[in-house]
């Protein structure tokens, strides 16, 4: 298997994948909405590991996007053996606060693009009889959070479509992983709002690489969903058995920190 799509690959996790998938040789087919970023990935990668390395600048909030990126992919002449879905979004704040055109941004770019993404390229995967996909969820996908509605919800279900479609494609050869990080140092933070270099070194974030790392490791190991770090999962452990009106009170102490980081 040699080759690999990985979507949001111009930073945080989808760069520290698609860099350590080079490093094993893979061809890539990297994918952004953001067209000077990701040739400047696409080219740092081909330059530090001499691999073939297929940019495609494609806005996967679009409903579209899917289709547009299989065929896309068909007619570079690639065979898709690992799909990593990892491109994503932060809303932060109440739902009836938030714009439309972000909330469906959103859906968009957690639930239908992944999705359609892991019909498409499942498909083909399911006929060749092998392939991986990595799916990144969120250690928000096991619990409710207010003020990240949009954001909870779709990585719930990420995480529940996930295990539904590990079980068809397993009799297929064909492997497919959770990865739900705890918080990462990545672009999806506001560094005005939060202190993220401060997060780092107390051990609440994790970086993108060591992140990127457990995700592969998991997904090669064929294993169903993986937390990466000690903290993300006493924190999830956490959150489960946190009473509700805990979690209630300590959001309105949170800052805003969202933003978009396909």
């Known amino acids: ?11 945080g996790i989808g760069n520290a994948v698609a860099t350590r998938l080079a490093s094993l040789g893979y061809e890539l ?16 990668l081909r330059r530090a ?27 570079l002449g690639v065979e898709v053996d690992i799909l990593v879905n990892n491109a994503g979004m932060l809303l932060y704040g109440d739902v009836a606060d938030t714009p439309p055109a972000a ?18 390229f499942g498909r083909d995967m399911r006929a060749r009889g092998r392939g991986h996909i990595l799916v990144v969820s969120s250690i928000s996908a096991w ?8 954001y909870g919800s779709s990585k719930r279900y990420l995480r529940s479509f996930t295990r539904a479609l590990r079980t068809e494609l397993a ?14 140092m990545t672009g999806l ?3 005005n709002s939060v202190p993220v270099g401060t997060a780092e070194r107390l051990g609440v974030m994790m970086d993108a690489t060591s992140v990127a790392d457990a995700g592969l490791r998991a997904m090669f190991a064929r294993e169903a ?23 209630d009170l300590l959001q309105r102490y949170v800052p805003a920190m969202g933003k978009r980081g396909q």
Not at 171 to 184: F, K, R, S, W
Not at 225 to 247: K, S, Y
């Open 103 to 120: 909330a469906n941004a959103l859906l968009q770019l957690h639930v239908v693009t992944p999705s359609l993404l892991a019909t498409l």
């Open 1 to 11: 298997m040699r080759v690999a799509l990985v979507t949001g690959a111009c930073s």
């Open 225 to 247: 969903e993986h937390i990466p770090g000690l903290v993300a999962r006493a924190m999830t452990f956490g959150a489960v058995l946190t009473p509700q009106r805990v979690i």
């Open 189 to 191: 933070y506001d560094p």
């Open 29 to 44: 087919v990297v994918v952004s909405h953001r067209p000077r970023e990701l040739g400047e990935a696409a080219d740092e």
């Open 171 to 184: 009799p297929h050869g064909v492997n497919v992983t959770c990865l739900a990080p705890g918080p990462t």
């Open 143 to 150: 619990r409710d959070f207010p003020r990240i509605a949009y």
């Open 49 to 75: 590991h001499g691999v073939v390395v297929h940019a495609v600048p494609l806005d996967l909030a679009r409903p579209e996007a899917a289709a547009e990126l299989h065929e896309r992919c068909r007619s």
